[in-house]
């Protein structure tokens, strides 16, 4: 049996789902409210002691880190395979991976949080907020939080964590220009744990600077036709999440536009 811990908002919960649907898996579901911070809460801890989700429940065995969760399944469920089959195909969809890990989920942290839910946080009782600060873990982390929920795109660490999605937005235009899926000539682990910083960038209305590149917009409306994206995307989105994300980036527009040209 599958267990999911998970938010559907979470860039990280959608890439798991993702891998799910594409592999037609189904899942028991525990939603998980994180800005109630339910993350925080001891029983979950005891599952993920990272605070954050996703985590997989499988026969018991306990599976965190959204990245090694999709390698997981891929291992434990071949039959809709997402890695390519040769080693070199497999090494440079690998890259991609650890890059995302690496790289873009910090910087897409950081663009959600000083952007979609920071007038709600901001609205929440001070000492709730900082309770739920608090309880991050790591003080890296819990310090750049509290700074783009205080300043927002003015922020020190915003302009380097949009630059740094934007370099990746150029990177995958590049790479689409010889093929069809980062993965290779199909959809596969790379694909998926790249679409959800592209669907939250569209989310935060910073749909421009995906139009801006064709191949990767190409790449989205392809994504989205597939019959597991809305199983595992679609389905999970909150309304009013969507809304909020969307206002705080209507509103912001115009400056992450000018950061965007100056970075360019």
């Not at 663009?111 to 009782?125: C, I, K, N, S």
């Not at 509290?146 to 995958?172: M, N, Q």
Request: hydrophobic fraction near 45%; include cysteine.
């Amino acid at each position: 049996m599958l267990e999911l811990y998970h938010n559907g908002a979470s860039t990280c919960s959608q890439k798991v789902r993702m891998v799910l649907a594409e592999k037609a898996l189904d899942f028991v579901s525990h939603p998980i409210d994180l800005i109630k911070g339910e993350q925080h809460d001891p029983a979950y801890v005891k599952l993920n002691p990272n605070h954050v989700v996703p985590t997989l429940v499988h026969d018991g065995a306990v599976l965190i880190e959204s990245t090694l969760i999709n390698e997981y399944l891929d291992d434990v469920f071949p039959d809709v395979p997402l890695r390519p089959a040769d080693a070199v195909g497999r090494h440079a969809a690998r890259l991609w991976l650890k890059r995302f890990d690496d790289s873009a989920q910090g910087a897409i942290g950081v663009v959600t949080f000083a952007v979609g839910p920071r007038r709600l946080l901001l609205a929440q009782p001070e000492e709730i907020r900082e309770a739920n600060l608090a309880a991050i873990p790591d003080p890296a982390r819990r310090a750049q939080r509290r700074s783009v929920i205080t300043h927002g795109v003015d922020a020190p660490e915003f302009a380097g964590a949009l630059a740094r999605l934007l370099g990746l937005l150029d990177d995958v235009e590049s790479t689409l220009a010889g093929q069809d899926w980062l993965s290779g000539a199909a959809f596969g682990l790379a694909d998926a744990g790249f679409l959800p910083y592209v669907l939250r960038l569209d989310h935060l209305a910073m749909t421009p600077l995906l139009a801006a590149r064709s191949r990767l917009a190409d790449w989205y409306t392809r994504v989205q036709a597939r019959p597991a994206f809305p199983v595992a995307v679609s389905e999970w989105l909150p309304g009013p999440v969507l809304d909020l994300f969307r206002a705080g980036g209507e509103e912001v527009w115009e400056r992450v536009e000018a950061l965007a040209s100056l970075s360019r």
